[in-house]
């Protein structure tokens, strides 16, 4: 009985556990596109010259969620355990060094568009924001993200 009882236990942390990871994968998905969202914002200015602040406001938050992308890929949230529902690679948990070097690749430009469109330079932070993209978005998509 007991045994039984703690076979039950376990399976239902089991359960929430995978549910829960589920949740993770929706969550950062969600996350990716409001980056997506706050782009095309900065991308207004770059390309118009208008919008400034709210520019300089997207690229501020892009800062801030840079550090927190390596906290959206816990163990067991990858393709392996959750395929068709996410496009996140193997390699983010066999070449941890390289995904978190990425993360920070992506923060440190996004911090020098922050500073380019604050200062309304839109000659730097047009430059910046091509950086960005291939050195952030672009690569870490390359190398960690599945093509669905
Ligand atoms: C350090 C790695 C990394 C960086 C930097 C990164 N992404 Fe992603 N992105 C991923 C991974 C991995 C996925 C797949 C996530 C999944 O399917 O669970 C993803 C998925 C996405 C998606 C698809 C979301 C969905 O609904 O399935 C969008 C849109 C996206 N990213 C936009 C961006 C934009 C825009 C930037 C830059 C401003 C960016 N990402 C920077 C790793 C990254």
Same mark, same amino acid.
């Given at each position: 009985?007991?045994?039984?009882?703690?076979?039950?236990?376990?399976?239902?942390?089991? %359960?929430?556990?995978?549910?829960?990871?589920?949740?993770?994968?929706?969550?950062? /998905?969600?996350?990716?596109?409001?980056?997506?969202?706050?782009? !095309?914002?900065?991308?207004?200015?770059? $390309?118009?010259?208008?919008?400034?602040? &709210?520019?300089?406001?997207?690229?501020?938050?892009?800062? /801030? *969620?840079?550090?927190?992308?390596?906290?959206?890929?816990?163990?067991?949230?990858?393709?392996?355990? #959750?395929?068709?529902?996410?496009?996140?690679?193997? &390699?983010?948990?066999? $070449?941890?060094?390289?995904?978190?070097?990425? @993360?920070?690749? #992506?923060?440190?430009? %996004?911090?020098?568009? /922050? !500073?380019?469109? @604050?200062?309304?330079?839109? %000659?730097?932070?047009?430059?910046? #924001? &091509? *950086?960005?993209?291939?050195?952030?978005?672009?690569?870490?998509?390359?190398? #960690?993200?599945?093509? *669905?």
């Amino acid at each position: 009985m007991a045994a039984a009882a703690l076979v039950a236990s376990v399976m239902l942390i089991e %359960a929430v556990r995978a549910d829960d990871l589920a949740s993770v994968v929706a969550d950062r /998905q969600a996350a990716m596109k409001a980056m997506s969202g706050k782009l !095309k914002v900065i991308k207004g200015f770059v $390309d118009s010259g208008a919008g400034q602040a &709210e520019a300089a406001d997207a690229a501020a938050v892009l800062v /801030q *969620t840079a550090k927190l992308i390596p906290g959206w890929f816990p163990a067991g949230s990858g393709i392996d355990s #959750f395929s068709g529902k996410t496009a996140a690679k193997p &390699e983010i948990w066999t $070449d941890p060094a390289k995904f978190q070097a990425t @993360a920070t690749a #992506f923060q440190l430009d %996004a911090s020098a568009l /922050q !500073k380019a469109v @604050a200062a309304g330079d839109g %000659a730097a932070a047009a430059a910046a #924001f &091509e *950086t960005m993209g291939r050195e952030g978005c672009g690569a870490c998509h390359g190398a #960690f993200r599945a093509k *669905t």
